[in-house]
């Protein structure tokens, strides 16, 4: 394909194109690449190595046995659960429950549904923050029920579910569905339940694909609302829980603790990273 | 309606008017943190804004590695922020951190990072920066992808030099996308919290405190959800409407 640079003038120019490639390669490197490496081999230097001066690029001595003290003294399983345990609920929560409403707008044309999903929509608008602390009062004291929340998994799940723009995203895609698969579905005589099980879902893998990994990475990466909700320790998601330890626990343990807390995301974007890229450019330009 | 209340979580809520309103105007932190946040928010487009086109100009025409630059340039986002605030708290720090070592090194002046008033504000941009950047790369590329190709050979061939070239065929074949993200990154920008919190604790004095962290102090320190409300609505007031912008524009635009 055509660039801005021609091939033929790339090709003419090979040192140059060489030279810079190098250089963007070292100041990728160095930039991305070396700050993950600092904290991957800073936890497994001893006490002492970690506040040497100069420091020393490579452990003089390995502490490897730092990451286990660190999971088992910062009790980062239970963290760990807490949030994949968050995560897996708002994900669950809002693919049962982002695909219905868009099924139901996009395909079912309730009365009003121009009202209604111009009401979802009207909520991107509204930065979140500005909403924190009427969601924490409404947590505090769900309307109706009168329950209180806080320390509880569901603090997270219920308001994740309300998440517009998955809903969006979601509709958008079940209107550009071929509609003649859908009417040929409903002249076989299947209900809307069953077109949605049996034509929408499986033509719709890609998106429920994106959708999932945004609702999983946004609870995983939290960090206000979690802080705000959870003040039970053991209960706290390990991005609360890390920012605990970091005053008071060994530094080589926190910084144990932080790689382990990015294993996870790393992982998942290292599988999915052709999705998950292809998915950040397609869907910035069609909005 | 919770902005011109008087209430706590202990009694029972009163209409006080425009009082919480004139309590925030008589606290310094409030002046404070309205000049910090748009000035983060000023510095992150210098820098978030210019860096990650030119970055993403430059990755456009390297013919090799493509897979390794897109996971390099994106792992920094997969890292939880929490994470990368703690881990950049470490490399500011003054003593026995990775970017005085460095500068040491080099044979450079030091510099005292987030524990100073006139620095904390731009070493928090640059963490901000180090970590969002490589969304807006990827971006960038896929839009720089979209460009058809003929442009830039009839350009060429009407003699555009390789600069003539990015201001009249690239830019304006991204200004809409450019648009977008400039319009994001405001709303984004103006909600930070993490770094400050975690790395400064909005110190020191008041250097980084920002709008978001003054309403979680007024919410959750003071337990004065009135004040922390009407600060809310100001927030919501001001970023609505870049926001209303934003989805007019996608609307129109698909």
Known sequence: ?287 | MLAFQQSNSVDEATWVGLDNFRLLFDDPEFGAAWRNTFTFTGLALVIGFAVPFALAVLLNELRHAKTFFRIAVYLPVMIPPVVTALLWKWFYDPGPGLFNEALRFLHLPTSNWTNSTSTALVSLVLVATWANLGGTVLIYLAALQGIPGELYEAAELDGASLWQRIRHVTIPQTRFVMLMLLLLQIVATMQVFTEPYIMTGGGPEDATITVLYLIYKYAFVYLDYGSACALSAMLLVFLGAFSAVYLRLTREAS
């Open chain 1, 1 to 287: 394909m055509r660039t801005l640079i021609s091939s033929s003038t790339l090709a003419r120019h090979r040192v140059l194109y060489w030279t810079v490639f190098s250089g963007v390669v070292a100041g990728f490197v160095i930039a991305f690449l070396f700050p993950v490496y600092w904290m991957v081999v800073g936890a497994a230097k001893s006490a002492e190595e970690l506040v040497r001066t100069p420091p020393t690029l490579v452990p003089s001595q390995w502490h490897p046995e730092n990451y286990r003290d660190a999971w088992d003294t910062l009790d980062l399983a239970t963290h760990l659960g807490n949030t994949a345990l968050q995560a897996a609920g708002a994900w669950a929560l809002q693919i049962v429950f982002c695909t219905l409403a868009a099924y139901a707008l996009s395909r079912l044309r309730p009365v009003f549904g121009a009202v209604i999903l111009g009401g979802i929509l009207a909520t991107l608008m509204v930065p979140a923050s500005a909403l924190l602390v009427p969601k924490y009062l409404t947590i505090v004291d769900v309307p109706l029920v009168h329950v209180n929340l806080l320390n509880s998994p569901l603090a997270i799940w219920l308001p994740a579910v309300a998440n517009a723009f998955n809903l969006y995203l979601l509709k958008r895609f079940f209107d550009q569905l071929p509609s003649e698969l859908l009417e040929a579905a409903e002249i076989d005589g299947a209900g809307a339940v069953r077109r949605l099980w049996h034509v929408v879902l499986p033509l719709s893998r890609p998106v429920l694909g994106v959708v999932s990994i945004f609702a999983v990475v946004a609870v995983w990466q939290d960090f206000l609302w979690p802080l705000l909700v959870f003040f039970d320790t053991d209960k706290s998601p390990i991005s609360v829980a890390l920012v605990q330890f970091s005053y008071d626990a060994p530094v080589s343990h926190v910084i144990a603790g932080m790689v382990i807390a990015s294993v996870p995301m790393v992982a998942l974007f290292l599988v999915f990273q052709r999705h998950i890229i292809a998915g950040i450019g397609a869907g910035s330009l069609k909005g």
